[in-house]
T-cell receptor
Framework: AQTVTQSQPEMSVQEAETVTLSCTYD???????LFWYKQPPSRQMILVIR??????QNATENRFSVNFQKAAKSFSLKISDSQLGDAAMYFCAYKVDTGTASKLTFGTGTRLQVTL | EAGVAQSPRYKIIEKRQSVAFWCNPI?????LYWYQQILGQGPKLLIQ????????DSQLPKDRFSAERLKGVDSTLKIQPAKLEDSAVYLC????????????FGAGTRLSVL
């Protein structure tokens, strides 16, 4: 079974600084997708960034970028120029499509605090 | 474009009572998911629909949970009877069909079972 591990329950960063959130996963599949979702207190899961496993180039979305190491099964999220609005729970998620079934498997999350 | 709508936002019930949650997906999204998120954990898939049909319900406790998707649009998730361990946030998500499509989430229903 696929598992996703986030070993940092909480992280803290000062405004305008850079922070990296860690994620590792376990799978025997060669083709899959990885995601980082943000969950603010409003509870709605918001997609931050995604990576397709067959692509070697790391995904970037404005201040958010990933370091995808397929052989090491590692998928970390880097947030640059942190803002107060970045404070939230961050979940790493994995998806493999088997025909029509396409569930997301989530880690336990990292709570990010942003301080002045 | 309207997002995934869920109601109610909060629900408090006593154990052994029944409860139902409602979800309206993004227009045109054929695939609908229900996830359960227990405090301190990541969401876990309960059931996935594609149009009217169930694709994956392997993690749904079928002795007490049921779900349906009427006419391939709205969906309801029911718990009967509720147990204390059912206290969680129930998230609905929807997506277009196909492996590359992103799942968009609603704001969830927070259920407290006393």
């Amino acid at each position: 079974a696929q598992t996703v591990t986030q070993s940092q329950p909480e992280m803290s960063v000062q405004e305008a600084e850079t922070v990296t959130l860690s994620c590792t996963y376990d799978t025997s599949e060669s083709d899959y997708y990885l995601f980082w979702y943000k969950q603010p207190p409003s509870r709605q899961m918001i997609l931050v960034i995604r990576q397709e496993a067959y692509k070697q180039q790391n995904a970037t979305e404005n201040r958010f970028s990933v370091n995808f190491q397929k052989a090491a099964k590692s998928f970390s999220l880097k947030i640059s120029d942190s803002q107060l609005g970045d404070a939230a729970m961050y979940f790493c998620a994995y998806k493999v499509d088997t025909g029509t079934a396409s569930k997301l498997t989530f880690g336990t999350g990292t709570r990010l605090q942003v301080t002045l | 474009e309207a997002g995934v709508a869920q109601s109610p936002r909060y629900k408090i019930i006593e154990k052994r009572q029944s409860v139902a949650f409602w979800c309206n997906p993004i227009s045109g999204h054929a695939t609908l998911y229900w996830y359960q998120q227990i405090l301190g954990q990541g969401p876990k898939l309960l059931i996935q629909f594609q149009n009217n049909g169930v694709v994956d319900d392997s993690q749904l406790p079928k002795d007490r949970f049921s779900a349906e998707r009427l006419k391939g649009v709205d969906s309801t998730l029911k718990i009967q009877p509720a147990k204390l361990e059912d206290s969680a946030v129930y998230l609905c998500a929807s997506s277009l069909m196909g492996p590359r499509n992103i799942q968009y989430f609603g704001a969830g229903t927070r259920l407290s079972v006393l």
